[in-house]
């Protein structure tokens, strides 16, 4: 954090320039102030011809006015100089508002989130696969925040606030050292109660902050389930669902607040017990210094206890900020953990620094004894070994959770491998360079993800440079084109979010032309006919046909129409190859294979009931 404010150290040097500038005009003005009390009262003794009269106000610096000037024109100086000082001090606040919101909205958060959204873009699918949607949205908004206040809100106004001090100590002892003194001897309680506090809280803040996770967690839930919900009439449930986390944020955010609403009266308390000391060891120097008591430099004039006065309490305001600084301390460094576990992840897919080029794959895909698992000591894929010669469509079935979108997934590099070698053309996977690799590799997934913009971006987001032409051609390929052109803006038209305007089976056929513009040797198909009718997906199928062509495909399949065409069927069954070969071979023999496919054809007897009933009809 301290490296984060290092890099906008220039920014935090003109805010605190700022600041000082602010604190000198304030401590002139507020010596003048004292000055002119002194200076009424000397002309006040001189003028009634009083018998004791005090000594002659110190000018500051040696600036003094005309001797033929009376009193009315030296305070009117006092005055406009003080109104100068005030009018400036303003011009300075606006300056100071204007420069702190540039540093930290402008450049601090702009820059952090920034890097924490780029950073989230390499990092690999495991990230997401052990932390929240909600979370990861609370460290790009929230935790952000919180991180930009720690620039502002703990190092500039501790920089500000220790400069204070000390010129305010400074001030104070020239004006009285024992005084000075004297009204410090809170002073050490103050920082031990704070402390003691910053300990206390830091815990709760880390709580709040997982807590809030999980509000969140429920909206977004809640939201993109909507359908589910009220399908199922469940609203009053997640609406107490709801409550609950909310209820949870609110008691910890209770609780927190209670400790600070008791710390800083009672910093407030400790402060005030300077103002104490001031008033009864203040008054009897005033005492000692107006009946001459202890010789000619003995106690402090009326003014001078003023001056004195304004500059403990700013003292004590500043000490009471120690309050605040340490709060925003403790909800910095929380909010920090969390978006700096992110800065610091370690990208485990990434290019090589010596990356092969692969600039235009042949579509030659082998995976040689690939075992993975996502979680230590629990292997999805045991020793997969297969091959796909370029143009061959390869079909991979499987019972659910044995391991088909995995093994697609590591054909792209989604993740590294635990064992084994998945190679492209020959080569290891990942030995290549990334970007490459992917940029010859077309996915369509089981449900396609759509963009809230236009159909012709949806369709171009590969390939940002397409021509208009290379976009309808690839959605003629997906069997697209009529239904687009039929829709009152054509390829024009704007989709809602996740692309909700439209059919489930016109999203597939837009995610296939999407896939398809950039001309991918290498086509993955993560079963993208499982949720749509039957009349779509002939549809669908048509379209696949097409995108298949000429290309290395793999395709998670359990229609025995896809499976037919497929040159080479994988059977998987808890992340071993159980059967392989073509659809004729493996329904030769019993096993997984024969066994779905006898669940889609009709027995024999029914069968022949059919046919019975075929020939009635005609006789």
Known sequence: MLGLVWRYRWGCIKVIGIQIALLTLGLSGLGLMGLGIDHIRYSLAVQMGTETIPKTPKWPFGIMPPEDWTAIPTLTAIAVAILLFAAVRSLLNMSYAVAVNRLLQGQVVVDLRTAVYRKMQRLSFRFFDSNASGSIINRVTTDVQNVRNFVDGVVVQSAILALSLVVYLVYMTRINPALTLACMGATPLILFTTFRFSRRVRPAYAVSRDLFDEQILSLSESIQGVHVVRGFARQPEEIAKFDRAADKVADQKSWIFNQISRFQPTIGFLSQTNIVVLLAYGGYMVIRHETGTGGESAGITVGQLLVFSGLLQQFSGQVSNIATIADNMQQSITSARRVFEVLDSEEEIKSPPDAVALPRSTGAVELDKVSFSYRPGT?????????????????????????KSTLLSLI???????????????????SLDLEDLRRNIGIVFQESFLFSNTIRANIAFGNTDATDEQVERAAKMACAHDFITAMPDGYDTILREAGSNLSGGQRQRIAIARALLTDPPILLLDDPTAAIDAETEADIMAAINTAMTGRTTFIVAHRLSTLRQADMVVVLDRGRVVQMGTHDKLMTTRGLYRHAADMQMPDADSAKLLLDHQETDGK
């Open 379 to 403: 292997p999805v894929l045991h020793e997969i070994s297969l091959r796909a010669a370029p143009g061959q469509c390869v079909a991979v079935l499987g019972p659910t959770g044995s391991g």
């Open 412 to 430: 792209p590099r989604f993740y590294d491998t635990e064992s084994g070698v998945v190679r492209v053309d020959g080569c290891d996977v990942r």
